[in-house]
Structure formats: structure tokens, C-alpha cells
């Protein structure tokens, strides 16, 4: 059974940086999407399983870095810059498949989600 658990939410100001992280139980490409009250849960960005490729959404290009330590089996997701707009549940995601998953439903695996919000 492949494990996520997420951490690192919370409360911050716009303009504040957060870092999420995201332990698995083995080596997936993995990915986070995020989900705000009312609304479907978007991709944010996607990393392959050896971390070499990535992909972010634009709304979160040159804010948002997506990164991986293979030793630890975890992924992090560092958030600069943030916005009100960013508020929402993140997870983390993962598949035993190649390359990179932009699309939710290619997903197998999901974590139980941590809580972001930012301020104005």
C-alpha cells in the first residue's frame, strides 16, 4: 500500500513563502494539485521519477518550486511569493508509471491533503 503524508500548510501573508512537503513509501513520479472551496482540484506541478523533468502550471511558474529527494522518498513543494489566489488544500500525488502526470486521473496514489492560506 504506496503511503503520502503531506506537511507543511498553514497560515501566511501575501507575499510569504511556505514549503510543503510530501513523504512516500517508494519512488513514484509524483505531482501537487490543489483544490479551493467550490472549485475542481488543479495541477500545480509534476516531477518524473529521477526528478530531471518538471512542469508547473502558469499560474505558479517563477513562484512555486517542485523538487524531490530520492534518498528520503519525499517531495517538496516550495512556494514563494504567494498570493490570496493560492489558498487551498494542497496534495501530493503519486503513480508507479514513467515520465510526468499533469492529469489528476492519471494518478494512483493521493495523500490526505494540508491546508495553505494566505492573507491579503
Known amino acids: 500500500q504506496v503511503q503520502l503524508v503531506e506537511s507543511g500548510g498553514g497560515l501566511v501573508q501575501a507575499g510569504g513563502s511556505l514549503r510543503l512537503s510530501c513523504a512516500a513509501s517508494?519512488?513514484?513520479?509524483m505531482g501537487w494539485f490543489r483544490q479551493a472551496p467550490g472549485k475542481e482540484r488543479e495541477f500545480v506541478a509534476a516531477t518524473s521519477r529521477d526528478g530531471y523533468s518538471t512542469y508547473y502550471t502558469d499560474s505558479v511558474k517563477a513562484r512555486f518550486t517542485i523538487s524531490r529527494d530520492n534518498a528520503k522518498n519525499t517531495l517538496y513543494l516550495q512556494m514563494n511569493n504567494l498570493k490570496p489566489e493560492d489558498t487551498a488544500v494542497y496534495y501530493c500525488?503519486?503513480?508507479?508509471?514513467?515520465?510526468?502526470?499533469?492529469?489528476?486521473?492519471?494518478?494512483?496514489?493521493w495523500g490526505q491533503g494540508t491546508q495553505v492560506t494566505v492573507s491579503s
Open positions: 500525488a503519486a503513480d508507479p508509471g514513467p515520465g510526468l502526470r499533469l492529469d489528476k486521473w492519471r494518478y494512483a496514489y
Open positions: 517508494g519512488r513514484y513520479a
